[in-house]
């Protein structure tokens, strides 16, 4: 059972990436998906999570507008577009599955993690 995530990179204040996360061994259909960031020396925060249907999505106040979290289930897909991005905004970012049908902002919450992938933004 794996999360694979991918799409970090060094990019410029304003500029956008998308990141990919790519689900093996597990089907994430029934599943709620998350996106939590890490930034040096800080605690594990939530990003965005959506809906087993992709019906409803959540954010962090400080990406909400900038940031879109989305989902494929067929191909056992989930991406985070990231737009208009600030230094502040530097992180790890990790994948993450939580078996059930109620979405929450709490890392506890999720069983299954991917590896990361670092998103630097330069000013």
């Known amino acids: 059972v794996q999360l694979q995530a991918s799409g970090g990179g060094l990019v410029q204040t304003g500029g956008s990436l998308r990141l990919s996360c790519a689900a093996s061994?597990?089907?994430?259909?029934?599943?709620?998906m998350g996106w939590f960031s890490q930034g040096l020396g800080k605690e594990r925060e939530f990003v965005a999570a959506?809906?087993?249907?992709?019906?409803?999505?959540y954010y962090a106040d400080s990406v909400k507008g900038r940031f879109t979290i989305s989902r494929d289930n067929l191909k056992n897909m989930v991406y985070l577009q990231m737009n208009s991005l600030k230094p502040a905004d530097t992180a790890v970012y990790y994948c993450?599955?939580?078996?059930?049908?109620?979405?929450?902002?709490?890392?506890?919450?999720?069983?299954?993690w991917g590896q990361g992938t670092l998103v630097t933004v330069s000013s």
């Open positions: 993450a599955a939580r078996r059930s049908l109620i979405a929450t902002r709490l890392a506890q919450d999720y069983e299954r």
């Open positions: 061994g597990l089907s994430i259909g029934n599943r709620v």
């Open positions: 959506i809906s087993w249907s992709g019906s409803s999505t």
